[in-house]
C-alpha cells in the first residue's frame, strides 16, 4: 500500500477539516495529494509532537473535526500521548500513523516496528483509544478515514504503508512560521476569530 | 502553597484569557492543582509529561484559545525538544507557569539539578522568564509574560519560588 494513495482517499473526504502533520517526505506528498487543504494544514518538521498539537487544536475547536497525520516514528517517540487522548477521548480527532517501518527521510534505517513484534493500534487499545485499527490496503484505509470522520470518540488508524516516496512531486517552499502564519489565518478565516491581531497603540 | 497564592495564579491566568491549562503535577503546586480542576472556567488536561504538554498548548494556541502549561521546573528540560522546534521553528508560543524547585532553601537533593539547570536551559532557548517570590507579584507576572508571548510568538516563562511555595 502505498502513502500517496491513502493521502488521495483521505484528501477526497476532507473539506473543511484542519489537519496538522508530521515530518519528512509525508509533507510534500500531502501538499500534492490535497492541494485543496494546504491552507486548513499545518505543515510541521517535528517528531513527536503531531498528535498532541491535533489534540490541543481538537479541544480549542471542539466543533471541528481534526486530522491527525503521525507516523510510527513520530508516535513512538512520544507514546504517552496516546494515554492523554485515551483519558481525555476529544470527539473530534480522528489519528492517521503513516507506518512505513523506517526512518525513510534520512535514508530509510528501521523503526521499532519493523521488527513486527510492535503495533501501535494494539499500543493506542491499551491505552484506552479503543478505535484503533491497523489498515494494509486503501479500501480498509478508506473506510476507516469514513468512520473516523464521522466518529464521536477518537480513531486511530496505522496505515501499513511501503517505504517508497511518490516520485515527482512538487516540493513545498514554505518554511515552518509562514506555513504557520497561513495555518493560522485560515482558521481565523473559517472560524471567523482573531488569533494573531493588531499590536496596541501606545 | 496558601490558597491566597493559589487564588492569585487563578486571577492572572484568567486575566490572561486562558481556558485550558496541561499539567503534570508537583508537591510545590499541590493546592494549586485541584483549584484548576475545580475551577469552572478552566479546563484542566493531565498530562503524561510537560513536553506532550508543551505541545498540546501548541495546538491550543492555533485554535485561538490561550492555554497555559503548569509544572514543576524540571519539567523544563522534559519539554526543550517540542518548545525548541514549534517556538524557534514555526513561531508557536507556549506560557509556562513553573515552581521554583531547587533554589535557595532546598532541602532535597534531588531537586538540586531542577535548580541548577533551570535559567541555563531558559537562556539557551531565549525563553524571557520572571522569578516572583512575593504573592502580590504573581497574577501582574502571569499576564505579562501572556502579553510579551502574543507580541513575540515566542514562549515565555513565570517561576514562582521563596515564601510563595514553601
Not at chain 1, 487544536?57 to 471542539?62: F, K, M, S, V
Amino acid at each position: 500500500m502505498k502513502r500517496f494513495d491513502c493521502m488521495k482517499a483521505l484528501a477526497c473526504r476532507l473539506s473543511d477539516e484542519l489537519v496538522i502533520l508530521s515530518l519528512g517526505a509525508s509533507v510534500d506528498e500531502w501538499y500534492n495529494a490535497a492541494p485543496h487543504m494546504r491552507d486548513a494544514s499545518l505543515f510541521q518538521q517535528q517528531l513527536g509532537c503531531v498528535s498532541a498539537q491535533a489534540f490541543g487544536l481538537a479541544a480549542g475547536l471542539p466543533h471541528r473535526r481534526i486530522v491527525s497525520l503521525d507516523t510510527d516514528g513520530g508516535m513512538m517517540f512520544n507514546l504517552g500521548i496516546l494515554a492523554t487522548i485515551g483519558n481525555e477521548q476529544p470527539h473530534n480527532l480522528f489519528i492517521v500513523v503513516w507506518d512505513n517501518e523506517c526512518y525513510q527521510s534520512i535514508g530509510g534505517p528501521p523503526t521499532h516496528t519493523a521488527s513486527g513484534r510492535v503495533d501501535i493500534a494494539a499500543i493506542a487499545r491499551g491505552a484506552g483509544v479503543t478505535r484503533a485499527y491497523t489498515a494494509r490496503t486503501v479500501e480498509e484505509f478508506d473506510g476507516h478515514c469514513a468512520e473516523g470522520l464521522a466518529a464521536q470518540e477518537p480513531h486511530l488508524v496505522v496505515a501499513k504503508v511501503s517505504g517508497t516516496v511518490q516520485p515527482d512531486i512538487k516540493r513545498k517552499h514554505s518554511d515552518g512560521r509562514e506555513d504557520k502564519y497561513i495555518f493560522v489565518r485560515h482558521v481565523e478565516r473559517t472560524e471567523n476569530i482573531v488569533i494573531m491581531g493588531p499590536s496596541e497603540h501606545n | 502553597m496558601k490558597p491566597s497564592a493559589v487564588d492569585a495564579v487563578i486571577r492572572g491566568l484568567k486575566k490572561a484569557g486562558v481556558s485550558i491549562v496541561c499539567y503534570l503535577p508537583d508537591s510545590l503546586f499541590k493546592e494549586l492543582y485541584p483549584a484548576l480542576d475545580a475551577d469552572p472556567d478552566i479546563r484542566t488536561i493531565r498530562v503524561t509529561n510537560e513536553g506532550e504538554g508543551a505541545a498540546i498548548c501548541g495546538g491550543v494556541f492555533l485554535s485561538g484559545k490561550r492555554a497555559a502549561l503548569v509544572m514543576e521546573n524540571s519539567g523544563l528540560r522534559a519539554s526543550v525538544e517540542p518548545l525548541a522546534r514549534m517556538g524557534l521553528g514555526a513561531g508557536i508560543p507556549v506560557v509556562m507557569l513553573m515552581s521554583y524547585r531547587g533554589e535557595l532553601g532546598e532541602n532535597n537533593w534531588w531537586a538540586i539539578p531542577h535548580g541548577i539547570t533551570m535559567e541555563p536551559v531558559l537562556n539557551a532557548l531565549r525563553i524571557p522568564y520572571r522569578i516572583v517570590t512575593e504573592e502580590e507579584k504573581i497574577e501582574r507576572a502571569i499576564a505579562e509574560a501572556f502579553s510579551w508571548s502574543y507580541s513575540a510568538y515566542y514562549h515565555s516563562a513565570v517561576a514562582l519560588g521563596g515564601s510563595v511555595v514553601r
